[in-house]
């Protein structure tokens, strides 16, 4: 009996910084090379990933800014080498002072339009995430960035999008440490208040044809009524993946994501890097973001 042939890889690029808005370059190194030199963050371990087209199922990229990806038709010429593409785009409101580099609204718009005009739009995830509660100085009011949820709705149902996923800001140490520069106290609300969240979210989007997919929330998951609609949610989504590229990949669940938090994301390969490949958007709820903004380097080497 002839023996299977061996599974393929889906890779992650990435995780842990934003690989299509600042390291294309070497992103295409490791492409030429047949293979990507990946140092695992909690032990420092070296190991490699096959990055040939006959190895790689499919690649899922993660950005907040694929300006400089789409300039240089980074897209085009892996998908000429056979490589499938799916696509993570992370869009938050116009308000940037959670996520202080990042393009204006307008710009991100306009380069999830050109993505969806290039590509099959159910291979674009819109990811508006997290969902940030905070208060501004000593004020006890509360804030939020939903009231720009509509308007990015409207633009993304437009151009076919029908895919959002979510989740809640995770309140991590070192977040909790460079808000105060930021004159900003994130706010963890109440569950009920995040479940009233979610349901005007889906409402919403639900009027445009978008379904709302959560991420790591099964507490949240667990207290929502029945007829929400809301989804767990995969950033890595084994199905829509087979569905577009077909199988040859090993269909199961990531270990080493949060699993008993809800995360249904299928086992990959990540290949960024927190250190390595430091990511300059300096977002203050990252927890890829190990400092103040005030003390990031300053040597920005971009795509």
């Known amino acids: 009996m002839p023996s299977s042939p061996p599974l393929k890889t889906i890779v992650s690029a990435s995780r842990r910084t934003d690989i299509p808005a600042f390291y294309m370059d070497w992103f295409m190194a490791g492409i030429a090379n047949g293979c990507f030199e990946v140092i695992n963050p909690y032990n420092q371990h070296r190991r490699q990933v096959p990055a040939q087209s006959h190895e790689i199922h499919s690649i899922v990229f993660w950005s907040k800014n694929f300006g400089p990806f789409l300039r240089g038709n980074f897209d085009r010429k892996l998908q000429q080498q056979g490589y499938p593409l799916l696509f993570n785009f992370t869009i938050n409101a116009a308000d940037r002072r959670l996520e202080p580099h990042v393009p204006p609204l307008a710009e991100r718009l306009q380069q999830i339009t050109e993505l969806a005009q290039r590509h099959d739009p159910q291979a674009i995830t819109w990811r508006f995430d997290p969902l940030c509660f905070f208060r501004r100085g000593n004020r006890a009011t509360f804030h939020h960035h939903l009231d720009g949820l509509e308007p990015i709705a409207d633009a993304l149902a437009a151009v ?130 190990p400092q103040a903004p005030s003390r990031r380097p300053l040597n920005r080497k971009r795509s």
Do not use: W
């Open 160 to 289: 076919g999008i029908r895919r959002c996923v979510t989740s809640f800001v995770d309140l991590y140490r070192k977040v909790r440490l460079r808000l105060p520069e930021a004159r900003l106290e994130l706010v963890d609300p109440p569950l009920a208040v995040k479940v009233e969240t979610l349901k005007a979210m889906a409402a919403a989007l639900r009027k445009r044809q978008i379904d709302l997919h959560v991420c790591c929330e099964q507490t949240i998951l667990d207290a929502l009524p029945a007829g929400t609609g809301i989804r767990s949610g995969a950033c890595i989504p084994g199905p829509l993946l087979a569905d577009l590229f077909g199988g040859g990949f090993a269909m199961k669940k990531d270990p080493g994501q949060r699993r008993t938090q809800g995360c249904t994301c299928n086992i990959a390969a990540d290949i960024g890097s927190y250190r390595q490949q430091p990511c300059y958007h300096d977002c203050l709820f990252c927890y890829a973001n």
